[in-house]
């Protein structure tokens, strides 16, 4: 790999049919997390290359530019990031079976903070709990305290964790066996609930609602879900198709919801698409990238959706191409683009 900060001619080399800004380093494997901090324009992504990278991103209106600031390692995949509430740390699981706690404003160094039995899936700071959560394909979740090396607390779930997300005082947990595991935060060694996916394939992704009264899931089949946490709320509940090109069809690989509520959607077809869950309507389907899009984030004030084109391995790997590299790039959100229409 060449040295973190340089930028790589096959950056530029993709065609970019939505005109969006390309990060200038490539990374020479998989992408498979997003982050960014809430209290600034900081962006780190997590790689199979067994790297967290970071980059400071400069944004007025379409113009761009991405500084590279620092890099750590783990000893395996990295699958998962997140930021602390004040935006200074950087926390990130690992198929290493560690969790690491990153101070960007130390040295480029990681400490590890959470350790389990199989690789991390997941991991979220939760700023309200005063814990960092982690879940695992060992079928826990445990909640740390950064201070010390034993978890506050841990929770046994049915099977393997496959994607989870954190809108305090919901934290949803989405397993191997469609199982949506509900969990009040403030409770956080007991499951609230567990719903069955309204879909018939495995999970590939999960988002908190930002009202946090319940969540979307996406599947690998292409479809997304949405449903309610209270049972009072389930005609609200529904289904609906996307990444989808005639027969072909394509895992769900990111859900996002938007300050205002609207969500965002990414797959392993290389679209993303701008949803209103509220009117059931696409608000907004972009032109197709020639990679899949395993990932994708929100800025805290929305007005920059990162999202990572890399090979997602969902069709096999007669069709990796090892001299493809993985770029991120940056799209500049507008407020007609991802607002709720007027009725």
């Known amino acids: 790999m060449s040295a ?12 970019n049919p939505n005109s969006d800004y390309t990060i200038p380093q490539t990374i020479n494997d998989g992408v498979q997390s997003l982050s ?4 600034s324009n900081t962006l780190v992504a997590g790689s199979w290359d067994n790297h967290v990278r970071c980059w400071d991103v400069q944004h007025a209106g379409t113009q761009f530019n991405a500084v ?34 990153w101070n960007l404003n130390g040295p480029a160094q990681g400490q590890q903070i959470a350790s389990h039995d199989a690789p991390i899936r997941a991991i979220s700071a939760v700023q309200e709990a005063g814990c960092v959560v982690t879940a695992s ?20 779930v049915s099977e393997r964790c496959y994607a989870m997300d954190v809108k305090h ?17 403030r409770k956080p060694t007991q499951i609230y609930k567990s719903i069955t996916s309204n879909l018939k394939f495995q999970t590939r992704s999960i988002a908190c609602f930002s009202d946090a009264q319940g ?7 292409g479809r997304v879900a949405i449903q309610h946490v209270e049972d009072r709320d389930r005609e609200k509940d529904f289904a609906f198709k996307c990444h989808r090109d005639g027969s072909d069809i394509y895992p769900v690989n990111s859900i996002v919801f938007h300050p205002f509520g609207t969500f965002a959607t990414a797959g392993g077809d290389g679209t993303f698409t701008f949803w209103d869950k509220d009117a059931r309507q696409k608000l907004k389907a972009f032109t197709k990238s020639q990679q899949s899009i395993t990932c994708a984030k929100f800025n805290a004030v929305g007005d920059i959706y990162a999202y990572a084109l890399s090979y997602d391995w969902s069709m096999g790997s007669e069709k990796y191409n090892p001299n493809q590299p993985s770029i991120i790039r940056l ?13």
């Open 4 to 15: 973190f900060g340089a930028a790589t001619s096959s950056a530029t080399a993709y065609p």
């Open 68 to 101: 590279p600031k620092a890099q750590i390692t783990h000893e395996g995949p990295v699958l998962c990031t997140s930021f602390s509430g004040d935006g200074t740390t950087v926390f990130s699981g690992s198929c290493d079976k560690t969790a690491k706690l």
């Open 331 to 343: 799209h500049n959100v507008l407020e007609q683009e991802i607002k709720q229409k007027k009725k």
């Open 169 to 185: 005082p919901l934290l949803v947990i989405a397993t191997a066996d469609r199982q949506i595991h509900v969990v009040d935060i």
């Open 36 to 39: 960014w901090s809430s209290t």
């Open 137 to 156: 394909w060992d079928k826990t979740v445990k909640y740390w305290d950064t201070r010390s090396p034993n978890p506050m607390g841990s929770l046994n």
């Open 215 to 221: 969540f979307a899931i996406g599947s690998i089949e």
